[in-house]
């Protein structure tokens, strides 16, 4: 088998039907498996992979693992000779894998390969490539400065080598993954990218990013944004620097203190609210569903370039390929604010997320 795609979820069972959808759209023409591993969700998602899916590898945990142990899980269950971490809110082109896979092959020093990644709103995800995280860098970024943290040696819709990848997308030799100890499972989440990233340099390993290949990640699904998750991201901080540094209890206690100050000061962002005086469907046979909710406001339209500021635009997979709706969702990432909305194929859900610092939206149509 040529390809493992391993999906960890957590109460995000809308997303995880979409990311499904066009995943198993691009292994079409693969010799490839899916494998979700779901966490203990308390929602159906696990009652959805099995009828919607039934092809689907399901790996249900009756506790949360965390983002390392939940992956290494899926890695054991794996049969692929290469293996793709994704994330469950995260949607593919119908050639993704096979444009990765294809450039991969090429490689003997590959460690892990990346692509460009883009939010709910279309707008380039910085953390597609970036560089160590040293302490400087590290502290200047917890304090709101980015300088330093991301690989702008390479523009987005470039290919070449870079330091760190980021773990909603990460695709590698099974045999590499298992070589350096997949992820450390001391985090349970946040950090597990950059230290496999960071490792795999250290084994000798290059890691790659393809910035010609995009796909949609909204972000912020599968995260919280309260105390909890900064404790977390804080103490995976903290592994990283005593695990890769060698610190000393001196140096340690110096960057547990700036750590401690950073997470006083730093605020996260705020969502920014979108007025919207339309709604659009763009394509020809919006579902009757659409008209039932949004009646006299829903306008139809075939190009996206008449989509006026301040318009909800929805994208149906079933009129348009999926890769179209991310390259949409690109050219209206660059014009005056629109949002977006992605159609389950069951066509009963629109779901979307505007704003990557915050949860996405799920409106029920039928």
Not at 90 to 113: C, K
Not at 172 to 189: L, N, Q
Request: hydrophobic residues 40%; charged residues 25%; contains cysteine.
């Amino acid at each position: 088998m040529k390809l493992s795609v391993i999906i960890l979820n957590y109460n995000v069972r809308h997303f995880l039907e979409l990311c499904l959808d066009s995943v198993s759209a691009a292994i079409g023409g693969l010799d490839a498996e899916i494998i979700v591993v779901d966490n203990n969700s308390t929602d159906d998602s696990c009652k959805m992979v099995t009828e919607k899916f039934p092809k689907v590898k399901l790996i249900s945990n009756t506790d949360n693992l965390g983002f390392a142990k939940g992956n290494n899980q899926g890695a054991q269950a794996a049969t692929g000779e290469y293996i793709c971490i994704l994330n469950p809110d995260t949607v593919v082109a119908e050639d993704s894998f096979l444009t990765l896979l294809e450039f991969a092959d090429g490689l003997d020093d590959l460690g892990a390969l990346g692509c460009q990644l883009i939010d709910g709103s279309g707008r380039f995800l910085g953390e597609s490539k970036r560089n160590i995280p040293g302490l400087k860098v590290a502290a200047l970024k917890l304090m709101g400065q980015d300088r330093g943290y991301y690989a702008r040696h390479l523009k987005p819709g470039e290919i070449g080598q870079v330091d760190i990848l980021v773990g909603a997308y990460m695709l590698m030799k099974r045999h590499v993954f298992e070589a350096v100890g997949g992820f450390d499972e001391r985090y349970f989440m946040y950090g597990e990218d950059i230290d496999l990233s960071y490792t795999l340099l250290k084994q000798g390993y290059k890691n790659y990013y393809h910035g010609q290949t995009v796909a949609l990640h909204f972000k912020g699904e599968s995260t919280r944004k309260d105390k909890v998750y900064r404790d977390r991201f804080y103490e995976a901080m903290l592994i990283f620097y005593k695990k890769h540094f060698n610190s000393g209890g001196l140096l340690m206690s110096i960057v547990k203190a700036g750590l401690n100050v950073a997470s006083v000061f730093r605020r996260p962002p705020k969502a920014k609210p979108v007025q919207h005086s339309s709604y659009v469907y763009l394509g020809e046979k919006p579902p009757h569903g659409l008209k039932a909710l949004w009646g006299d406001k829903l306008e139809i339209v075939s190009d996206i370039k008449t989509v006026k500021p301040g318009t909800t635009l929805v994208l149906n997979p079933e009129e348009m390929t999926f890769k179209d709706v991310i390259t949409i969702m690109q050219v209206g990432g660059k014009l005056p604010v629109i949002r977006f909305k992605i159609m389950l194929k069951t066509s009963a859900f629109i779901i979307g997320s505007h704003d990557p610092n915050t949860k996405g939206e799920v409106i029920e149509i039928s």
